[in-house]
């Protein structure tokens, strides 16, 4: 995206440009009281130039136009590419030390990028990494263009804003514990033995039996043989088919915080990451979209529409599990994995989660898995 320069051209007189006229005002008086005829001519040439100076300075950024360039997607704190463009559209006049400020740079290296000669008609181009630390979709970047043209006399700025559709969603985060219970099909560990289970897998390896391995993965007849429980390891193992629902639930006098949100939201994106890497398709359910379900497919264009409602999520408390229940109970019929995050610790609301044929996987701030995190059965 690139938007012209429409905002004008702000001067303001550095030191330089506030004694240089002063003192070419005591060189001319000086000499024509001694009647030094060269001090005179200095003295009026460094008048002539304190007053060309800020033509000079307006006309030095007045035909520069810039544009840059930005990724449609990044997380909270990876690097981004930005891509800045400067043109001198002169064709006659250079243009000299054009200091570029940009907002998503202005942490970073010093605030600025340097351009020290514009060659009329041409284009410079400039690309350096930032990170941002906050999520939210941004519109449009406050930037600026700086010089300090002629011979450092005066600040010439220019304020102006870059349009651009940037979102920033946050940064993926899901314990090992979690990817341990997503991948050995614990999920399905409540539905009925004749019932195909909702996890799909290509065969790895045997391995000893570990807390929440599913039941129907265990090899009856290795296990006879060496005297204890081995279960048949998958590869890729994982839901056909998932509803993940949040929640804000707050209980009374319990203060759901700001940091825990946070840390939901990432837990959010890391599942919607896993999701797609493994191919699985699934309905996302929260309280910041007003409970409206958002189909995730495998396209990029409900992925995005997901990640841009994580993006621009508020904190909004609920008083009771109303509509966790109905979220839930519309999921009843289908063999669909549900996963109920919260920022909420998970004692709180748990046991009030319906009980059905179906598990219910639950995640909190406090315990990214525990004991109790599969209920339902």
Avoid at 131 to 160: E, T, V
Avoid at 226 to 251: D, G, K, N
Avoid at 310 to 338: H, K, P, W, Y
């Amino acid at each position: 995206m690139s938007s012209r320069l429409h905002s004008g051209v702000h001067l303001e007189a550095t030191v330089t440009g506030k004694l240089l006229p002063r003192c070419a005002v005591l060189g001319v008086g000086v000499g024509i009281w001694f009647s030094l005829s060269p001090l005179v001519w200095v003295g009026l040439f460094l008048l002539t130039l304190c007053v060309l100076s800020r033509f000079l300075a307006i006309w030095n950024l007045s035909r520069i136009e810039m544009e840059h360039r930005l990724p449609l997607l990044v997380f909270v704190g990876e690097d981004v590419s930005l891509a800045v463009m400067a043109r001198n559209v002169s064709p006659i006049m250079e243009s000299f030390q054009v200091e570029f400020s940009h907002e998503l740079i202005l942490p970073h290296k010093h605030g600025h990028m340097e351009f020290s000669v514009l060659a009329p008609d041409r284009v410079s181009r400039r690309v350096v990494n930032a990170q941002i630390k906050r999520r939210g979709i941004y519109d449009q970047f406050d930037c600026s263009i700086i010089s300090y043209f002629p011979l450092g006399m005066r600040r010439a700025q220019r304020d102006f804003s870059l349009s651009a559709r940037l979102v920033v969603v946050p940064e993926p985060e899901l314990s090992p514990e979690l990817l341990h219970l997503l991948s050995s099909g614990a999920m399905d560990a409540g539905q009925r033995e004749n019932q195909m289970a909702d996890f799909t897998g290509d065969f790895k390896s045997l391995r000893e039996y570990r807390y929440g391995d599913h039941a129907k993965c265990i090899s009856w007849p290795r296990s006879v043989q060496m005297s204890r429980i081995i279960v048949r390891e998958t590869e890729q193992l994982s839901p056909a088919r998932a509803v993940v629902i949040f929640h804000s639930y707050q209980p009374h006098r319990v203060l759901v915080k700001q940091p825990n949100f946070e840390r939901s939201l990432r837990q959010l994106s890391g599942l919607c990451s896993y999701f797609r890497e493994q191919s699985v398709v699934f309905d996302f359910v929260a309280s910041f979209n007003q409970w409206t379900p958002i189909p995730v497919n495998l396209d990029e264009t409900s992925v995005s529409i997901m990640l841009e409602s994580l993006a621009v999520a508020e904190c909004r408390a609920t008083s009771d599990m109303d509509d966790v229940t109905a979220a839930i109970r519309a999921t009843s019929g289908s063999s669909a994995a549900i996963i109920v995050v919260s920022n909420t610790p998970m004692g709180y609301w748990a046991n009030l989660l319906p009980q059905g044929a179906t598990p219910i996987l639950c995640m909190d701030n406090h315990d990214a898995m525990n004991a109790d995190a599969v209920v339902g059965v």
